[in-house]
């Protein structure tokens, strides 16, 4: 195992990327970036992208999100995917089941959108009160997708029609999967051949484009009318570009799906999420593999990042002066979309340094998050 290589390695990235301090706006950051020590108290973080995975894995990891989320979307890619309500629910028990004593996480579950989904199977999700939302995978575009969706427009509309009427959101993968399409250009290519043709089909689909990556989601999202399409934002998406894949050796725990991109992307979406738009909101896509499964000659895609999201979001926010929007993107602009109560609770984030464990253990395995090792600067705290 190349272990020996990955941690220098990653240890490049921090120093490498704060490239998101750009020249332009240098001053500006030094001016308004936070005070050693200072707090902020912030509306309890829900996760609206999230994969707790089952079994070891599911406990390994549960109580990380736990501790800082007041809820999260749970992603339904298991093997076998969660593609009923009836398995939703009970994915559901084996998660409450896995949280730390005490705690008051709401896990909100999704169905895994396929060929054969019935329009009946949207009526008992919304009957259930635990399903929140349908997740579209093109089949083959990621981690455990092979059993998603083929022909979204041949298979798919009477489906998506209920889901209208039920006002329940389709969660996208925006991504096509065509092998001739270069892999940096795909979540452009859905927009234009899937995207935009469905909302012209299907204009009161309420529709939440998942981890956008390019400047042509930020372009799509932001012509689109307002409470009826909006994207969320992983922390990798927003400090990491697509040099970091690469920076020093291959780094296989900066690979996630969608891809990174170029800088000129990266910055793209660091403007629309500062910016204040409630079109935005937090969705980290933490996505857990075992260490080995991502140091091996073909490594999973996914970033583990749950123990340091908001860490990260926070430097973001920070960087761009505009410490006084997190708060909107973490915890508000999400239950607004769905249509839920924000949360009542709150958290805090002290401005002091904390290191980032080197690798989570569990019985069988490890797994790695993201900056392993390294030192981040805002710290969450429940008091
Ligand atoms: C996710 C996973 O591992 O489940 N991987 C990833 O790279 N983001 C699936 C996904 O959301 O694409
Ligand atoms: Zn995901």
């Not at 708060?327 to 290191?355: M, Q, V």
Request: with cysteine.
């Amino acid at each position: 195992m190349p272990t020996s290589c990955s941690f220098p390695c990653q240890r490049s990235w921090i120093s490498y990327h704060p490239s998101s301090i750009n020249l332009r706006s240098h001053r500006f950051v030094v001016a308004s970036s936070a005070a050693a020590g200072m707090e902020l108290s912030l509306t309890r973080p829900d996760d609206w992208h999230l994969h707790l995975r089952e079994g070891e894995l599911l406990h390994a990891v549960a109580s990380h999100s736990a501790r800082q989320f007041g809820r999260a979307i749970v992603m339904p890619n298991l093997k076998p995917p969660i593609t009923t309500t009836e398995a939703a629910v009970a994915y559901r028990q084996s998660i409450l089941k896995a949280l730390p004593e005490g705690s008051v996480f709401d896990p909100l579950m999704t169905l895994y959108l396929t060929d054969n989904t019935s329009p009946e199977e949207i009526k008992l999700a919304r009957q259930s009160g635990v399903v929140f939302a349908v997740k579209l995978y093109p089949a083959g575009a990621t981690t455990n997708s092979q059993d998603g969706v083929t022909d979204i427009f041949g298979k798919c509309i009477p489906v998506l029609e209920e889901m209208a009427k039920h006002n329940m959101p389709l969660l996208v993968h925006g991504e096509v999967t065509d092998p001739s399409v270069d892999i940096f250009d795909r979540e452009k290519v859905f927009i234009e051949t899937i995207l935009e043709p469905l909302l012209k089909k299907l204009p009161h689909l309420k529709i939440v484009m998942e981890h956008i990556t390019t400047m042509e989601a930020v372009k799509f999202i932001e012509s689109c009318s307002e409470g009826s399409v909006a994207a969320t934002v992983t922390p990798q998406h927003l400090i990491l570009n697509r040099n970091s894949l690469f920076q020093g050796g291959l780094q296989p725990h900066n690979y996630c799906l969608p891809v990174l991109k170029r800088e000129i992307h990266r910055e793209a979406i660091v403007s629309a999420v500062t910016s204040g738009s409630n079109r935005y909101f937090l969705g980290t896509d933490s996505a857990p593999h075992e260490r080995r499964r991502k140091e091996c000659t073909c490594g999973c895609a996914g970033i583990y990042n749950a123990p340091v999201a908001l860490s990260l979001y926070a430097k973001v926010f920070e960087q761009a002066g505009s410490l006084d929007k997190l708060e909107a993107f973490t915890s508000f602009n999400g239950p607004d979309f769905y249509g839920l109560p924000r949360n009542t609770s709150k958290i805090k984030l002290r401005k002091s340094s904390w290191k980032v464990p080197v690798s989570y253990p569990y019985e069988h395995g490890e797994i790695v998050p993201m900056f392993a090792g390294e030192t981040l600067e805002w710290l969450p705290s429940n008091n």
